[in-house]
T-cell receptor
Framework: AQSVTQPDIHITVSEGASLELRCNYS??????LFWYVQSPGQGLQLLLK??????LVQGIKGFEAEFKRSQSSFNLRKPSVHWSDAAEYFC?????????????FGSGTRLQVQP | DAGVIQSPRHEVTEMGQEVTLRCKPI?????LFWYRQTMMRGLELLIY????????DSGMPEDRFSAKMPNASFSTLKIQPSEPRDSAVYFC????????????FGPGTRLTVL
């Protein structure tokens, strides 16, 4: 069965500092990987996705993520965090190697940005 | 494009009452998903449809929950009777069949059962 682990429940960084959010997945085949962001009281917005090809993918709002098959990781990065980046971030994998078309989400990482 | 539309945005009800949550997917999307988000359990898939047909309802917690998709532009999630432990944010999402798993989420319905 596929699974996603986000080991950091809560991260605090200073505005302007760099950011890396960790994501590890367990999957039997070539995964499709996603990062979503959820601002307070809002739905989930897609930041970026990886399907194939270049393992470094660029997303919206200056985010990027790198797929590392050997480490089963898909970490999200941003070189300089802005106060508006404070939100909850979810990593997801899909489709299922059993044919299930839905995504499997991690438990999320809540990002707090200090001025 | 208006995106995925959910109603109501907030619902407060008393235990034992019937609750109906509504979702309008993005036009042209073939898949529709219902998720529930709580602090304790995170984001859980409840059920999803493909071309209006329920494909996987293994995440529906119990018989009190039911979901329908009578046509391509409308789905409902019903809880009858509701219980306090059903309090959560319920999200609807949709996607096109050819854009593998790029799901678009609605704003959610925050349900509080007293």
């Amino acid at each position: 069965a596929q699974s996603v682990t986000q080991p950091d429940i809560h991260i605090t960084v200073s505005e302007g500092a760099s950011l890396e959010l960790r994501c590890n997945y367990s999957y039997g085949a070539t995964p499709y990987l996603f990062w979503y962001v959820q601002s307070p009281g809002q739905g989930l917005q897609l930041l970026l996705k990886y399907f194939s090809g270049d393992t470094l993918v660029q997303g919206i709002k200056g985010f990027e993520a790198e797929f590392k098959r050997s480490q089963s990781s898909f970490n999200l990065r941003k070189p300089s965090v802005h106060w508006s980046d404070a939100a909850e971030y979810f990593c997801a994998v899909g489709p299922s190697d059993t044919g299930r078309r839905a995504l499997t989400f991690g438990s999320g990482t809540r990002l707090q940005v200090q001025p | 494009d208006a995106g995925v539309i959910q109603s109501p945005r907030h619902e407060v009800t008393e235990m034992g009452q019937e609750v109906t949550l509504r979702c309008k997917p993005i036009s042209g999307h073939d898949y529709l998903f219902w998720y529930r988000q709580t602090m304790m359990r995170g984001l859980e898939l409840l059920i999803y449809f493909n071309n209006n047909v329920p494909i996987d309802d293994s995440g529906m917690p119990e018989d009190r929950f039911s979901a329908k998709m009578p046509n391509a532009s409308f789905s409902t999630l019903k809880i009858q009777p509701s219980e306090p432990r059903d309090s959560a944010v319920y999200f609807c999402a949709s996607r096109e069949a050819l854009r593998a798993n790029e799901q678009f989420f609605g704003p959610g319905t925050r349900l509080t059962v007293l």
